[in-house]
């Protein structure tokens, strides 16, 4: 039986003095056996802000994503797993001092030609 390849990805950290002692804590999944490429990303406005990755001028009205963190991990079976992505301490750093950030959870999963993407967006307290 064909089972298409369905990824998902849930924010479980609330809170920024959490982010800054364990890291950013997420819930993925695959409807299958698949390689999941993780990518934790401030909002183009948000990074700007805080003079994160480099910006081109250019006349675009919204600026894209930084991506802050990356991860990947191999899921064997069809599973959700909790997982934690750690921050450099340099977007620490930049991130102690803003209040309630907005942060991205990209993830892109990958198997036998198939793949899924999917996103969830937070703002920390």
Do not use: W
Not at 30 to 50: D, S, W, Y
Not at 88 to 97: V, Y
């Amino acid at each position: 039986m064909y089972v298409p390849l369905r990824a998902t990805v849930k924010i479980l950290t609330k809170h920024l003095h959490e982010l800054f002692k364990r890291g950013l804590e997420l819930k993925v999944g695959c409807t299958q056996a698949c390689r999941v490429k993780i990518k934790v990303e401030l909002p183009g406005k948000l990074a700007k802000q805080l003079h994160i990755g480099g910006y081109i001028a250019a006349r675009r009205r919204k600026s894209p994503p930084v991506v802050i963190a990356i991860a990947t991990l191999e899921l064997k079976f069809p599973e959700d797993r909790t997982i934690t992505v750690k921050l450099d301490k340099q977007a620490r750093k930049r991130l102690a001092g803003i209040h309630r950030p907005e942060l991205i959870a990209a993830l892109r999963a990958s198997n036998a030609g198939q793949s899924a993407s999917v996103s969830r967006s937070t703002t920390l307290r």
